[in-house]
């Protein structure tokens, strides 16, 4: 935790994820309100509007199209997921809340302490290494990359967020989408930017092996 990766980290999840006097932009604050919801309900709504806009419509369209969409990635969400809490157990590192409030008890110079420091959203009650947000939409996305094989497959996100009066986005890739998840879990003051990215990576590989290895056309 006397790291120059950790002191970056610690500041930024501290000035851009707090719940009062944030730095965050008015861009970072609308992405913070739109992604402030449910991540499995999101996750499913993705999934169920590409089947229905860019698989169902094709031409020679078959029920097996669509299963196996929801198979593949449903399959590497499910078993990032596995590998993400084995690390949360394995880790058990501290989330922003904790950290910040402890900061003057680290060892670390560069990490300025406040006790009365919160997050923009309640932590959940589990570590955070890795994020559990961006284990499910890290590998999702990736999935949908191969499925469709590419990254650039126009979609629309639609948000859970019942205060929202715009609750539609639209993204032209897949990996922008991943990006924002991201950030935007720092922007809610519940991660850490390496327990996000490390969470991206873990589910691109899973998604990588389960593509290449379940669920094969024939």
């Excluded at 935790?1 to 970072?28: I, P, W």
């Excluded at 369209?61 to 590497?76: E, G, N, P, V």
């Excluded at 394995?90 to 900061?103: D, K, L, M, N, S």
């Excluded at 032209?172 to 922007?187: G, L």
Aim: glycine share 6%; aromatic share 12%.
């Amino acid at each position: 935790m006397t790291s120059e990766e950790y002191t970056v980290a610690y500041n930024e999840v501290k000035e851009l994820g707090s719940f009062e006097k944030s730095k965050r932009d008015e861009k970072q604050q609308e992405l913070t309100d739109f992604y402030a919801g449910n991540t499995f309900t999101l996750y499913s709504s993705i999934l169920r509007g590409l089947a229905e806009k860019n698989v169902e419509k094709a031409d020679g369209y078959k029920i097996d199209d669509t299963a196996r969409l929801m198979a593949l990635a449903t399959m590497s969400v499910a078993d990032t997921l596995i590998g993400c809490w084995d690390n949360k157990k394995h880790y058990a590192f501290w989330r922003p809340v904790t950290a910040i409030q402890e900061g003057e008890n680290d060892g670390n110079p560069n990490t300025v302490g406040d006790p009365n420091w919160q997050p923009y959203l309640n932590t959940p009650p589990y570590p955070d290494y890795t994020s559990g947000a961006n284990s499910v939409h890290g590998s999702m996305t990736r999935a949908l990359s191969l499925f469709f094989g590419k990254d650039d497959v126009p979609f629309t996100v639609t948000s859970v967020n019942p205060k929202l009066n715009k609750k539609a986005k639209e993204y032209k890739k897949f990996s922008e989408f991943a990006d924002d998840i991201v950030n935007v879990r720092i922007y809610h003051g519940l991660h850490f930017r390496f327990a996000d990215m490390a969470a991206r990576e873990q589910g691109t590989k899973v998604a990588e092996w389960v593509f290449a290895n379940v669920g094969q056309k024939k």
